[in-house]
């Protein structure tokens, strides 16, 4: 942690939420005539399998409802059809769980990088050792490629079991609720109840950016922590984390292609901020 971090870190402590939201606002691209197709961004979503259809197509649509151009599911192909019939919107992949292996169905998910701008992977995604295994190698390929990454749901599970495969990973937002929070600091021999659990979970990790939900969002990536005290609904049902996943992914992107960085945090964490508004 060098100086000029510390500095950031007192720095973001003397923001108001409606200095950090201003900041926030800055993210949102300016609509244009000479814009084209794919222009305000392409997300993809890795997850969905036969019991789980409904979580890859929360998080894909809301891409969509928040900005995003192009949204694609990279699903099992036992929830492909059902995704397909939720919506004519979105872009279905029956990749996951390919009969020609873990491998294969990695690497074909790995040639859509080059026209996706971020990749949410974790909703509806199930703990079939399988899909597993070919999501880890998606992860790996995207750390290659640069990409961003919003982890939610059972992403989460499975860098609880291979914490290495995020670790020290600058573009990935990870989106914990509070009984994948537990898991993930029990994995890290951190106790989740410490004060600052959220910033030894995020330095346990290299200084990953984690969004802690709960009724006061908590974001930190181990140096800044940003917290949102906008009330949302006091009710807290299923899919209400695919939503957020969805929305930070478009922010995320955006946020990326700023020409100048927030003075007081990250690109990563002011798009985690900026989701739970």
Known sequence: ITTASLKMATT???????????EARQILPVLSHEHHKGCQGKVGVVGGCFE????PYFAALTALRVGADLSHVFCERDAATAIKSYSP????????KHPSGNEHSAKRIQAWFSRLDALVIGP?????????????QVIKYARASSLPLVIDGDGLFLLSRQPELISGYEHAILTPNIMEFRRLCTARAIDPTEDDALKMLARSLDNVTILQKGHEDRISDGIVELRCTHTGSARRCGG????TAGSIAVLFQWARKR??????????CLAAWAGCW
């Open 240 to 243: 209400q984390g695919d939503l």
């Open 124 to 136: 509806g995604l199930g703990r079939d050792p399988d899909t597993l295994d070919a999501t880890a």
């Open 89 to 96: 919107e979105l872009i279905v992949h029956p990749e996951l």
């Open 259 to 268: 020409t100048t960085s927030p003075p007081f945090a990250s690109h990563a």
């Open 12 to 22: 973001a402590l003397k923001f108001t939420q409606e200095a950090i939201l201003a």
């Open 52 to 55: 789980y259809t409904g979580a």
